[in-house]
């Protein structure tokens, strides 16, 4: 049996099988890739628009080095600037404005990458070492006493705890830890045996000034909240602060020794950033230019040999496609 094809659908079967060949022809036609070198280290503008260049964690981790070594160039140079002019009769004042001023957008110019210690946090949001001021007798004599504690505006957040009374320090201190935890406060023992708290600085302003206790009557009263007044460890930063443009031997001292740590601080960063160098470049493929002419050449004679069937198969699809359902179904009947 013969089967005959109209001429309309013949003129469609050509029509389909030449845009067919039009499609392999412009698909045949290849660019020359462009190679583009590599950086020393990427630039902050690049990562800000490729996110996706590497993966996740590293380019978190290429951002927080930035951040952190733009801080603390930044506040090398007002604290060099601040040395200069202060050995001069008649410094202007705005030079010890501009030193608070970089200390006071510390976390904001530098992402939380770089802690009131001013060491860089990369992996972590910047902490605050503090003491709650407990009296001793909460570790050495608990007495079972439940507390209430209570942080925020209006008493949003409480967390309770009973105190076992029979207990070590450190046990203790577990207990203390799981009802801080949700504040995010979290306690341990110094060498000293003394009781250090941290929380993240970003709550620091908050607990400072809001977390109250309120217990049983035996270490703290019953009928009402007692604000506890958390007292931050020293550090650089509240030295700095407290300079109020007299330029004597104890600022030249502070100054001296943070410039020191800030030289410190670099050295590490700069590891940080030979080891992320590294990870790029094992992640970067070891691919030559002749290398990717040869890997094209060979996907081009694979279309190439695979032509002739492709437009056979598709001239062959397209006739299909304009023969009437009913006609198939006699022809395999």
């Known amino acids: 049996m013969q ?47 490729k996110p996706a260049r590497y ?33 001069q009769p008649g410094s202007p004042s705005r030079d010890t404005a501009a030193l608070q001023q970089q200390l006071a957008q510390r976390l904001q110019r530098s992402a939380g990458t770089v802690d009131r210690q001013l060491n860089i946090s990369l992996t972590r949001d910047s902490q605050v070492h503090f003491s709650l001021g407990f009296p001793r007798e909460v570790f050495s004599q608990p007495q079972g006493e439940t507390l209430i ?24 201190l577990a207990h203390l830890n799981a009802s801080l935890g949700k504040f995010g406060i979290h306690g341990e023992f110094s060498p000293r045996g003394e009781c250090l708290f941290t929380a993240d600085e970003s709550r620091w302003d908050t607990l400072k000034g809001s977390l109250r206790v309120r217990g049983e009557g035996i270490h703290f009263p019953a009928d009402s909240f007692t604000l506890l007044s958390p007292v931050s460890q020293a550090s650089p930063v509240d030295s700095l602060q407290q300079l109020t443009g007299q330029w004597d031997k104890h600022a030249r001292r502070e100054v001296e020794q943070v410039l020191h740590h800030i030289t410190h601080q670099q050295t590490t ?30 996907v081009g004679q694979q279309l190439a040999s695979s032509r002739n069937h492709f437009e056979q198969l598709a001239r062959s699809l397209a006739a299909q496609a304009n023969i009437p359902q009913a006609t198939v179904r006699h022809l395999l009947g």
């Open 149 to 172: 504690f209570a942080a925020g505006k209006g008493y949003k957040q409480l967390a309770a705890v009973t105190l076992p009374e029979a207990a070590s320090p450190r046990q203790i």
């Open 55 to 87: 993966n996740i964690q590293l380019n978190a981790q290429l951002t927080a080095i930035q951040q952190a070594e733009d801080y603390l160039q930044g506040l090398e140079g007002v604290l060099l600037h601040y040395r200069h002019t202060k050995g």
């Open 3 to 49: 089967v005959s094809l109209s001429p309309a659908k013949t003129r469609l079967t050509q029509t389909a099988a030449a845009h067919t060949h039009k499609m392999q022809q412009a698909a045949c036609v290849s660019s020359p890739a462009q190679v583009t070198p590599a950086a020393d280290f990427p630039e902050p503008a690049l990562l800000s628009r």
């Open 269 to 298: 960063l700069r590891q940080h950033k030979a080891s992320v160098t590294e990870r790029i470049r094992e992640m970067s493929p070891a691919l030559t230019t002749q290398h990717v002419q040869q890997t094209a050449q060979g």
